[in-house]
């Protein structure tokens, strides 16, 4: 297998750790244990986790664990339908091996994490984008999407809501596309790690395993829940792509930790106080990147995500290009933007916002004076 360069994730780690101010990170604010524990303090968290013995864990995960998630589908998914992994891009790198064979079609939404079409392309699949427009606020087009679709297709990959954009597919819609996979006979992996992380219910769509037999659902306690290092996520599915996803993670990861598996446990438990605490936060970052956006509307054209905590201005009246934009933020400012060429999208930028809201607006402070003094 020969794959390219995860241009976005090489970005972040040649500069993430330098920058003083950020606005690149993609999930909502980290946890602390101690904040974890005044979740629910009877449970003892602290006293549990310290008994705790770090040795294997059951490759698949915890039966517990399993429980817990295939909750999250309703009645048509048990614990045999759960394979849990290191991170959603373990679940994606897996689902990649096993469903894509040399030549079969794959669509995959765009732009997008490339974690969700480049393993698939290194399989040797004919990769094939539905892509998504600034100029329509990267509102998703089905009539574009039937017309790509065809008797060689064997995988669409969605990402709801998408990063980097914020872009989400409705119900109706969702529900016509998984049709669609049941009549043409080809799977719908559905990356949902942003899935709880809503400013208004009935925007996003309900599970995409919840659905529909040929629908996967990958999952994360990273963006919603908050708590990325514990790099934990799974995979949702049909039985027999459980279990041959289950083959491949015996050569990549084996198992999580057992303290990954306990605290995810946890978090599944406590999830009402935790979307409680990221929805506060969110709700007020994305009003504060609002004003912003308008108080710079001559520099940018943006669309706020209707879910999720990313968008992706597009610029204007900036006479360089958003890679070399990024670099002088890093340079003249210790501030960290992806840029838009991270997903072969030039002229944008993505843009994080669950964060901490001080951070936030002080990182939004430092880009308002490089504009300022720039241009």
Not at 297 to 322: D, M, R, T
């Amino acid at each position: 297998m020969k794959i390219k360069d995860f241009q976005v994730e090489r970005w972040l780690d040649t500069y993430e750790t330098r920058a003083q101010y950020e606005l690149a990170e993609t999930d909502a604010k980290p946890f602390t244990i101690e904040e974890l524990n005044q979740l629910n303090p009877q449970e003892n968290l602290l006293k549990k986790l310290s008994k705790m013995k770090i040795g294997y864990n059951p490759t698949t995960g915890s039966d517990s664990l399993r429980n817990k998630i295939a909750n999250l589908y309703g009645s048509g998914t048990t614990s045999k339908n759960i394979l849990v992994t290191t991170g959603a891009i373990e679940a994606d790198f897996l689902l990649s091996n096993v469903l894509v064979n040399k030549e079969d079609k794959v669509i995959a939404l765009w732009p997008a994490y490339q974690a969700l079409y480049s393993t698939a392309e290194a399989c040797g699949a004919q990769l094939e984008f539905w892509k998504l427009s600034a100029e329509d606020n990267f509102q998703p087009d089905l009539e574009t999407l039937s017309k790509i679709i065809d008797n060689k297709t064997r995988l669409l990959v969605l990402n709801i809501p998408n990063n980097p954009t914020g872009a989400v597919i409705n119900e109706q819609q969702l529900k016509t596309i998984l049709q669609w996979a049941e009549e043409h006979d080809f799977y719908v992996l559905c990356d949902e790690v942003y899935h709880e992380l809503i400013f208004q219910a009935g925007i996003v769509p309900p599970y995409a395993r919840s659905l529909s037999k040929r629908a996967i659902s990958v999952g994360s306690m990273s963006k919603a829940y908050g708590l990325s290092g514990l790099r934990l996520g799974w995979i949702a599915g049909p039985e027999s792509i459980i279990e041959q996803c289950w083959k491949y993670k015996d050569y990549t990861s084996i198992s999580n930790s057992p303290i990954s598996d306990y605290l995810a446990q946890f978090a599944l438990d406590n999830f009402k106080r935790i979307s409680e605490r990221n929805h506060s936060i969110i709700v007020k970052n994305r009003e504060t990147l609002k004003q912003w956006f308008e108080e710079h509307k001559k520099y940018f054209h943006y669309y706020l995500p209707e879910a999720g905590v990313l968008c992706f201005p597009k610029l204007k009246n900036i006479p360089i290009s958003s890679q070399q934009l990024a670099l002088d933020l890093f340079n003249q400012k210790s501030l960290l933007v992806v840029p838009g060429e991270c997903f072969d999208m030039p002229n944008h930028l993505r843009i994080g916002f669950g964060g901490d809201t001080q951070k936030l607006e002080k990182s939004l402070s430092v880009f308002s004076a490089y504009l300022k003094e720039n241009f």
